[in-house]
C-alpha cells in the first residue's frame, strides 16, 4: 500500500517539466482571471457599442483570450497547480485591480454614448492590468513557452491599448 | 514513504503562497485618457520615445503634494519633459476630463491645477470609483497652450497619482492672463517673411508668420510684434511679452 502511494505521489515528479518556477504559476493563474474579466466586459462590447472600433476591438480580444486560455491551462494542469489563485492570495491589495461586479453591473445598465465610454475605460483598465502580468512573467518567469506567450500577449494587448486610447480621445 | 514526497508539495505551495505576498501587484491605480494625458499620449505612440510608461501609464504614483507631471522622484521623469513635442487638446473654458481606473482605491480628492492655481478640487470623501471617473473643470479664464495638472489623492496611502494633459484653450473672452509664462521660448525667429502679410489690425492665429512692427489683436487688445516669428499655440500675445507689447 505503501508503495502504491509512493509510487502515485512520484510519478508527477518524475514527468513534470523541471524549469517552472512560481512566477510562471502566478503568471497562468493570474492571466486565466483577467480574461475571464475581460471576456465579460468584451462580451457586452462586441454587441452592444456603437463605435464599430469597439466591437472589432472587443471581438478580437475574447479570439485572444479563448486561444491563449489552452496553453495556460494545459501547463498549470501538467504542473499540478491549481487553476486558481490561492484564495487569500489577493485580500491584500490585489482584489482591486481585478474587475469590480459593480462596474460591470454599472456596463450593463448604460446605454449609448456612456456605453461606449464605458465599455472603453473598463477595457483599458482590464489591459493595463494584464500586461503587468505579462511583463511580469517576461522579466522573472523560467519556462521559455510561458515567456514567450507572455511577451507575445504584450505586443497584442499593447497594440489594442493604444486603438482604444485614439477611441478614447475623441469620446 | 508518504511524508517524504507530500514534504516537497508543501514547500512548494508554501513558496508560491509566500510569492503572492511577497510580489504584491504594483501600484498602480489610473490615468487620464480624455484628453489625452501625456501618459495617454505616450502608449497612443502619438510622442515616441518615451520609455517603459508605455507599459503603465497608470502608475505615476509618488506622495501627494508634488507640481511635477512625474510627481517627483526619478521615475517617468520624460512626463517633465517640456522639450517633448507633447500634443495640445483643443479646448474651451470648461473641459471634461475621463479617467482610466486600474484599481478601485479609496479616493480622498480629486485635483486639477494650472501652475501653481487651483483649478477645481473634488472630495470623494473615501468613496471607491467606480467603471469611470469625469470631472468637468473650468479653465478659470487661462488661455493658450497650458499643462493641466490632475492629482488624484489616495484616502488611504501617502500617495497621489499624477496626469498632466496639455491644452490649448480657446474660447477666452475678457478673462485674465494666465500667471505662468510659457516655459520654451522662441529660439529660431521665422526667415521668411509671410507671401502676404497679415492685414493691419488683423487677429493673432497661429501659423501666421508675424514681423517686427506688425499688430494684431488679441481678444479685443491690440499688440505690437517685438521679434519676427510664426506663431504657435502658447504663444499668443499676452503670454509672451518677448514677442508681443501692447500696441
Avoid at chain 2, 20 to 29: C, L, M, T
Avoid at chain 2, 93 to 120: K, M
Avoid at chain 2, 185 to 192: G, L, Y
Avoid at chain 2, 209 to 217: H, M
Wanted: net charge neutral; with cysteine.
Amino acid at each position: 500500500m505503501a508503495l502504491l502511494v509512493a509510487g502515485c505521489a512520484s510519478a508527477p515528479a518524475a514527468g513534470a517539466p523541471a524549469s517552472f518556477g512560481p512566477t510562471d504559476v502566478m503568471f497562468a493563474q493570474m492571466a486565466l482571471a483577467q480574461n475571464q474579466d475581460g471576456d465579460q466586459v468584451a462580451a457586452l462590447a462586441s454587441t452592444r457599442a456603437a463605435d464599430p472600433r469597439i466591437r472589432a476591438i472587443a471581438s478580437s480580444l475574447r479570439d485572444r483570450w479563448k486561444t491563449d486560455s489552452g496553453p495556460l491551462q494545459r501547463w498549470l494542469l501538467g504542473w499540478q497547480q491549481p487553476l486558481t489563485a490561492p484564495a487569500g492570495s489577493h485580500t491584500g491589495h490585489g482584489d482591486l485591480h481585478a474587475l469590480q461586479p459593480s462596474s460591470l453591473a454599472e456596463l450593463r445598465a448604460v446605454t449609448g454614448a456612456a456605453f461606449d465610454r464605458t465599455a472603453v475605460a473598463l477595457l483599458l483598465a482590464g489591459l493595463h492590468n494584464s500586461v503587468e502580468t505579462t511583463r511580469m512573467e517576461s522579466t522573472g518567469g523560467n519556462y521559455p513557452p510561458a515567456e514567450q506567450l507572455a511577451s507575445s500577449m504584450t505586443s497584442a494587448y499593447q497594440e489594442q491599448i493604444r486603438a482604444l486610447l485614439v477611441i478614447a480621445a475623441a469620446q | 514513504m508518504k511524508r517524504r514526497f507530500t514534504l516537497p508539495a508543501l514547500t512548494v505551495a508554501a513558496l508560491i503562497a509566500s510569492l503572492f505576498v511577497a510580489v504584491s501587484p504594483a501600484s498602480a491605480h489610473g490615468y487620464i485618457s480624455s484628453p489625452p494625458s501625456r501618459q495617454a499620449n505616450c502608449v497612443s505612440g502619438a510622442v515616441p520615445n518615451c520609455g517603459d510608461i508605455i507599459y503603465e501609464p497608470q502608475s505615476v504614483e509618488a506622495p501627494k503634494g508634488s507640481t511635477l507631471c512625474n510627481g517627483g522622484g526619478s521615475r517617468f521623469t520624460v512626463l517633465n519633459d517640456t522639450s517633448k513635442n507633447w500634443p495640445a487638446a483643443t479646448v474651451g473654458q470648461t473641459v471634461t476630463f475621463n479617467w482610466v481606473i486600474t484599481a478601485a482605491h479609496s479616493t480622498a480628492t480629486w485635483e486639477y491645477l494650472i501652475g501653481g492655481t487651483l483649478l477645481a478640487s473634488f472630495n470623494d470623501n473615501g468613496a471607491r470609483p467606480g467603471a469611470t471617473k469625469q470631472h468637468t473643470v473650468s479653465m478659470k479664464g487661462f488661455t493658450g497652450r497650458q499643462a493641466v495638472l490632475a492629482r488624484w489623492n489616495i484616502a488611504d496611502t501617502v500617495n497621489a497619482f499624477y496626469s498632466c494633459v496639455d491644452v490649448n484653450i480657446g474660447g477666452g473672452t475678457s478673462s485674465p492672463p494666465p500667471t505662468t509664462s510659457p516655459t520654451t521660448s522662441p529660439t529660431t525667429p521665422a526667415t521668411t517673411r509671410p507671401t502676404t502679410p497679415p492685414p493691419a489690425g488683423g487677429t493673432w492665429a497661429v501659423g501666421t508668420a508675424y514681423k517686427t512692427g506688425d499688430v494684431v489683436t488679441y481678444n479685443g487688445v491690440s499688440y505690437r510684434c517685438l521679434q519676427a516669428h510664426t506663431a504657435i499655440a502658447g504663444w499668443e500675445p499676452p503670454n509672451v511679452p518677448a514677442l508681443w507689447a501692447r500696441a
